[in-house]
């Protein structure tokens, strides 16, 4: 009986540990390795009003698109006006299937269409990082979403039109680093979303991939990064472009200024491996010629 | 000390290059006329030193004395940047430039995006001197960002083709 006791009391012990201590040393992990994600993912870029100084993660700026005038919700724990009462479920739905803890379909202007390719645990890391934050009780500014758009059901149209679910699957007959660059550039990076051009309904040109984009999120221009000779990255290096993602500065030795400044602060703190990777799936993409206008 | 003969050199024509230039613009120029002296002085004298540094740096083994060079020709001519952009010199004057109007609406902000670089490039100078191949790399990354600081909400993004 002693005996049974005494288990017992281990069973507790240890349950309550799983629960606080040795939990906590394995979310410390997650926690950096989604703050990783995290950089690389830019979220701060769209997530937080910077401009202005605003709380990190607490909500963005006017994105203005063909669509309308939409404004990055607060990702924060705040239980009210973040994200702080979703579980991890919620979370990956969001960025695996592009819908709202409600179940709502999500507007692609959130670049679910890339996140979808994630991995569960790299989600699950990004989920960590972002809790861990700071909360902000800063309120949700609502969209201004063009007539029809505002009725969020017609999204399921498009979404049978243009979305398909991931994870992304690696390539098997294409090195490592290729698949880890495809995997950065596509799903967690989302590279796409700015540089390769939208049909009139606002889905990616998939036969344009990474061509550049005349019409990029907030009328900024998205140039060409696929390895066209003339108007694409085709006499970069490879250690060009690792340099371009280290540092934000060309080979011409001027800088990139406008969205992609964000961009490589974020990719300035992967790994030199990882914008390695990137590269060499950056020159392998079909040469194209830029989307002119 | 030889080199910092040099850097004081440097330093000193520049500026002296620089004032000329000052004085060209103060005197009968055109807004067309002064867009294209800033961006003649941005890529030529700012963005050919930079890539002059960045060349250097891509071989693993920079040359002290051309990296010296440029860094001290980036500082000098950081000093004078305010000096391009002149009033009425920017969109509304009906000249093609990517200067925004930013400029000259919240002046005081760019003039500290503009220290900014003097800032950095002066450590780029510092730095270049020592020869320590790490620390330059940093304070290449540093005057960049430096160099973004002001491009980001100041200039217009430049048209696509690479």
Known sequence: MKGHTGRVALVCLLGGLASVGPARAGDQASIE??????????????????????????????????????????????????????????????????????????????????????????????????????????????????????????????????????????????????????????AVAHCGECHTPRNFLGALESGRAMAGNPDGPDKQKAPNVTPDPETGLGKWSLEDIEYLLDTGIKPDGDVVGSGMADVTRGTGKLTKADRHAIAVYLKSLPPLRATGK | MKFRGRTIGFLVAGTMLALAGGYAVAADTTPAEIVKMRHDHMKDDIGASFKAIIDQLKTGMPDKKIVGDAAAKMAAMSRELPKWFPKGSGPESGVKTLAKAEIWTTPDDFKAAADKLTVETDKLVQVAATGDVAALADQVKATGGACQGCHKPFREPPPPAN
């Open chain 1, 33 to 186: 390795r989604g703050g990783y994600l995290f950089a690389a993912g830019d979220c701060i870029a769209c997530h937080t009003d910077q401009k202005n100084h605003g709380a990190p993660l607490a909500g963005g700026p006017a994105l203005a698109t063909p669509f309308g005038t939409f404004f990055a919700p607060n990702i924060t724990a705040d239980p009210e006006n973040g994200i702080g009462r979703w579980s991890e479920d919620d979370f990956r739905r969001a960025l695996r299937e592009g819908r709202g803890k409600g179940g709502e379909y999500l507007y692609p202007v959130f670049p679910y269409t890339s996140f979808t390719g994630m991995t569960d645990r790299d989600i699950a890391d990004l989920y960590a990082y972002i809790m861990a934050q700071p909360a902000s009780p800063q309120p949700n500014r609502p969209n201004q979403a063009r007539f029809p758009f505002g009725f969020r059901p017609l999204l399921l149209g498009w979404r049978i039109l243009f979305f398909r679910a991931g994870p992304l699957q690696p390539a098997a007959d294409e090195s490592a680093d290729w698949n880890r660059g495809r995997y950065l550039s596509e």
